[in-house]
């Protein structure tokens, strides 16, 4: 290997999962999972393990044919590779299996494929097991047709339960006596022995009448070595290897033995004498630093193909499918007649997955850009700027290397920082999520915060409720395309965590919706329940407040007129369309803000989408919404209500990227209380200095008598005092003359009202309604701008004058909440000449 090259700092297996007989359904009536769903939900929890004497599981990947690939950390090379010899070189390597079995089943897991080639020396002399959640993913073995684990190190125990069970945390320590014995004794035993002789060298050690350590010695014709080992050594063997489960210790216990109080000759363990060239180049580069999850997201944006690296090793080898075909298949599924492939048979064989590609794409990034610093503006600005992909659409971002680099660099060393940090942290997230950090990320904009794991394990979460039966029959039914949501363990957590809120939010119910609304929470903290359930408990008040009271028809109903309002605002003739053929919102809309839209579209356009949202108010979905017909506009506009219906029924392609684009601006360009809702959770963020001019008090059946939105005082004089060469804002007083030229905003035009048919009711209204003057031309010429009408204390006539320019097609309509009276209080007010 050149010098440029890089050790491979992980690798990939591969294994299959067993096949269900036939296509058989379970208790529920649905089809069964697939084994190869159930262990990579199962699997997802040995991520969560971090010890010095582990490697870490970085994925677990499903392939077609029930395939599962595993990529984990590796480091060194394998115990009968490296040089352990000395009694001081044995014994740190008893202690550290010790310590990290001890910790494995602290978490309640059993290695039980204990062996030297599962045992890893790293250069630094440091022993670390490898392959240990085999057995826990598998099910103890349940999943998988071939036995987890090498005979020549299994306890007895096992054999004799044959597969009844789990086996208990002792085996490992029966696995690291052989180990040690082998060690010990410098030599293999029984090397040339075939398997059923080796199950009865096992069995036969149940009946001896010596210790297992001395028969073992004589076996090996190495009893002299035997004499020579130290008493408290051969103490902790025979430890190890009481053939009697109940007397032989854990491996908490045997940490605890007086050998490791003693002092053996300092050696340190290596996997060699000489440090492979390759390791010092590896070590002396700056990405060495960042962590193996960071560092394999970037290995598959790099283009590292895990099924290409499996297949140049002979791992996955492709079969013509018609040399698998069974020779008679019964009416309910049952195949007889299959050859069984020999692929399908565990490959104890791991293959490297180079990084010499991902190490070349970075190699001209600046030292900067592997410490950002955070601490002034100019700093954070440069390692954006200096990226060609900053520019380029989202898609493209995601999937660009140096891109992410510098994204997940910066958004880790701000989210170490958190909360100090939430202000960077939130300008940073307006650019864009990097996808690796999205779960941290969205429970900082959330404003999640405290001690949630004990909050949510103080929550009970076991005993039966009312609601136990609905959410079990949702789950089921909620983004099971997707293979981590659909797996046992999905099914689990996610009733765990809907539990959990249902029982700590008693003043609401479990609506149907929830799961959906949970689902993306979960899938991107699958793997921390806690935060999944933080962050929908804050996510629920800011957006859907109330929405799951018992009686939420006030709620609904109130959020789905304001919709139609800002339809209306925005797109008058697609709201003149939409009322004509009688589509409302409560037609298909009600899916959509109950669910935030998880409901209707699959999880990674919901992660864009809600990437946006959540750094949005609680108006934001209604323009989410909105930014949703006007893509659909040209179809909606030719369709009657038949055909709208069936349009919804089946939502066509939504481009969520510009759907996001146009939502955001749709935003921006509307006022703020023109999406005002009494049931809207009030913001402390912004205090109100005048009461007079915010909207208050606006019962619902004044709501349904309104076309077009209501604009507060406040917003108004907002609009006025923003210095433009045009303001955005146009006036229409249609107050009686005397009143206007008493006091008015400049600016504004009259057109009382009593000379207005509010009655009218024509495509053609203003033209028909209003007489024809200078002020009615200059209405038109402001056509595009946000037209606010202002009348007297009544907000009857004002609601009907907008719904005449509504109907000529204005759009931006709305009308003055307390009329021109509300503004007394400023100094917008002045005489008129007449």
């Given amino acids: 290997m050149s010098e440029t090259q890089v050790a491979p700092q992980f690798v990939g297996s591969t294994f299959f999962a067993m096949r269900h007989s036939g296509e058989l359904c379970g208790s529920n009536g649905l089809p069964l999972t697939p084994n190869s769903i159930t262990i990579l939900g199962r699997s997802q929890y040995l991520k969560t393990l971090t010890h010095p004497n582990l490697c870490s599981y970085l994925d677990v990947i499903r392939g077609k044919h029930e395939r599962s690939i595993v990529v984990s950390e590796y480091h060194g090379r394998m115990l009968p590779q490296a040089s352990v010899k000395s009694l001081g070189q044995v014994m740190r390597l008893a202690r550290e299996v010790l310590e990290g079995l001890s910790y494995l089943n602290s978490r309640g ?29 598998t099910g103890g073995g349940a999943d998988v047709l071939f036995p987890i684990g090498s005979p020549k190190y299994m306890a007895p125990e096992v054999f004799l339960l044959q597969g009844r069970g789990q086996s208990s945390i002792k085996v490992d320590v029966w696995s690291l006596g052989m180990i040690l014995t082998e060690l010990l004794l410098g030599q293999k035993l029984w090397a040339n022995l075939k398997l059923g002789q080796i199950l009865r060298k096992i069995l036969s050690l149940l009946h001896c009448d010596t210790t297992t350590l001395e028969r073992l010695a004589r076996e090996a014709d190495k009893l002299a070595v035997f004499e020579s080992l130290p008493e ?47 390791v010092k180049n590896w070590r002396n580069n700056l990405l060495s630093e960042r962590p193996l ?157 405290g001690d949630i794991d004990s909050q949510y394990t103080a929550i009970d979460k076991e005993t039966v409720t009312a609601t136990d039966r609905q959410i079990e029959v949702d789950i089921p039914r909620c983004h099971q395309y997707n293979e981590l949501l659909s797996s046992r363990e999905g099914h689990r957590k996610l009733k765990r965590v809907l539990k959990a809120w249902v029982v700590s939010h008693p003043q609401y119910v479990y609506w149907q919706g929830l799961d959906s609304l949970c689902a993306p929470f979960l899938y991107l903290n699958f793997n921390n329940e806690a935060r999944a359930y933080a962050c929908l408990s804050a996510f629920i008040p800011k957006y859907l407040n109330n929405f799951f009271l018992k009686d939420n028809s006030a709620v609904i109903r109130e959020y789905l007129l304001k919709f ?43 992660f864009h989408l809600w990437d946006k949202l959540l750094l949005g108010d609680a108006s934001f979905p209604l323009y989410v ?81 309104e076309l077009s939105p209501r604009i507060s005082g406040a917003d108004l004089v907002e609009l006025l005092n923003t210095k433009f060469s045009r303001p955005k804002v146009f006036i229409v007083d249609i107050r009686e003359r005397e009143d206007y030229c008493e006091e008015a905003i400049p600016g504004s035009v009259n057109i009382p009202v009593s000379g207005v048919d509010l009655e009218a009711d024509s495509t053609e209204a203003v033209g028909t309604a209003i007489p024809e003057s200078p002020e009615l031309s200059i209405l038109f010429g402001n056509k595009g701008r946000i037209i606010v009408v202002g009348g007297g204390d009544s907000m009857v006539d004002s609601a009907k004058f907008c719904k005449l320019l509504v109907q000529c097609g204005f759009p931006r309509v709305c009308c003055l909440h307390g009329g021109m009276a509300a503004l007394r209080s400023t100094e917008l007010l002045t005489p008129i000449m007449q």
């Fill in 109 to 137: 897991l059993v290695h039980r494929s204990l062996s030297p080639d599962n045992i890893l020396i790293a250069d630094d002399g440091k022993a670390q097991l490898f392959n240990y959640g085999l057995y826990y993913m």
């Fill in 232 to 278: 408290s050594v051969k103490d902790f063997i025979n430890s190890c290897l009481q053939t009697s489960p109940s007397l032989r210790p854990t491996p908490a216990q045997l940490l605890k033995h007086e050998v490791f109080s003693q002092e053996f000759e300092p050696e340190v363990l290596s996997p060699s004498t000489i440090i492979d060239q390759r």
């Fill in 293 to 449: 999850q960071e560092l394999y997201y970037l290995w598959r944006l790099a283009g590292g193909d895990l099924q290409a690296e499996l297949k140049k090793q002979g791992l996955v080898r492709s079969k013509p499918p018609i040399l698998s075909l069974p020779n008679l298949v019964l009416l309910e599924g049952t195949a007889f007649g299959q050859s069984r492939d020999q692929a399908t048979l565990l490959d104890l064989r791991v293959v490297p997955l180079p990084l010499d590609t991902l190490v070349q794409r970075l190699s001209h990034l600046p030292l900067t850009v592997f410490y950002p610093l955070t601490e002034t503006k100019s700093a954070i600005l440069g390692v954006e700027e200096q990226s060609d992909a900053a520019s380029l659409p989202l898609v493209i971002r995601e999937r660009d290397t140096e891109y992410q680099f510098r994204r997940v660099v910066l958004c880790d060393r701000l989210l170490k920082g958190y909360p100090y940090k939430k202000a960077a942290i939130l300008k940073e997230a307006h650019k864009d999520v990097p996808p690796l950090y999205r779960g941290e990320l969205w429970a900082v904009l959330l404003g999640v915060v």
């Fill in 564 to 606: 139609s309002q800002l339809i209306t605002f925005h797109d008058p003739v697609l709201s003149s369309h939409l009322q004509e053929i009688n589509f409302i919102p409560e037609l298909f809309a009600i899916p959509w803000f109950l669910t935030m839209f998880s409901h209707v579209f699959p999880l990674h356009k919901i």
């Fill in 625 to 705: 919404g909105l930014a949703i017909l006007q893509q659909l506009r040209d179809t909606l506009l030719s369709s009657g209500f038949n055909e709208c219906i069936l349009l919804f029924s089946d939502l066509p392609e939504v481009d969520i990227e510009r759907c996001v684009a146009d939502c955001i601006e749709l935003y921006c360009s509307t006022p703020r209380s023109v999406t005002f809702r009494e049931h809207e959770l009030p913001s402390v963020a912004k205090p109100v200095l005048n009461p007079e001019l915010e909207l208050s008090g606006i019962s619902l059946a004044e709501l349904q008598t």
